[in-house]
């Protein structure tokens, strides 16, 4: 069963964690960037988080924190994972182009999918021609979309292109996600 | 104010009576992501460790993957009644842990020692450290930030 090409496992704790934009003009209207499969804690501010689909409007500045009012539109932020669910994900996909799409399908609690995580994060800073996002299979708004994707095996990665599922990689397989969205993004 | 756990999203729903000033519903949705109980954590980790020996194979030399699958069998125990695996997706949960090939042990961890929930691990897999032991304090601090 061929794993992760690194035998050296990050520590679980130092995964959660959230990375800025490359592109700090566009931000999500909320920023979900921790690995995937970790589930984001925030359950319900990940999910809105994938309104993905958002352009930064205006940047308030309170106190230390920065709060960002947006408007939606269809494009999902390059350079971080954004997690989505049954309504924003097409539209993501649609707007996306012919740029190459690739989706973390992971639970809660799978083992393997907290592994990947931190990686699936790195290769999202690290292709900024590609579109990353990510679905926790098992919430509730989230499952329909699991159900016409097809899946089995957690975790599971969709590579899309021009609106299609080209290919797909199961299980927590880095070399071979990373070779998959190689050959889908130079073709 | 009542609350209300929706399966299997477990989300919950917080909805209040008007007030007399605003006489506006105030309903408040939080999605949280439900954790087992401590009675199923600690079956599933016994078992954990009981079927680790008993295969004569390992923990992830990564103990945060133990923990998290370890909840997450415990979590379906709980909703299910049977430990599901939690590295799979399924259309009907209920219909698979009464079928039971996927119930941990499953069908191909039994035949052929193939866990890729990284469970159990064989000895001459690159992940397998050296324990079949693991602590409910060292799953609640693997899994704290989940």
Redesign the interface.
Known sequence: ?A??QS?T?????SI?CSTPSKHPITYPSSISSSGSG??S?S??SS?SSSSSSSSLVGLVRRKTAFAVRSSLDTAATVGQVTEVDKDTFWPIVNAAGDKTVVLD?Y?????????IAPKYVELSQKYDDVIFLKLD?????KQPL??ELG????P?FKILKHDKVVKEVT?AKFDDLVAAIETVRTS | MTLQLQAPSFGATISSLPSPLTRSTLRFVIRAQVEPTEKSVEIMRKFSEQYARKSGTYFCVDKGVTSVVIKGLADHKDSLGAPLCPCRHYDDKPAEAGQGFWNCPCVPMRERKECHCMLFLTPENDFAGQDQTITLEEIRESTANI
């Open positions: 069963m794993l992760l035998a496992l990050p520590p679980l704790r959660c970790s589930g804690s359950g319900s999910s399908m639970t809660q609690w799978c083992g393997p999918c907290k592994i299979c098992n919430q509730e708004n699991a159900k899946i089995r095996v957690v599971t299980g």
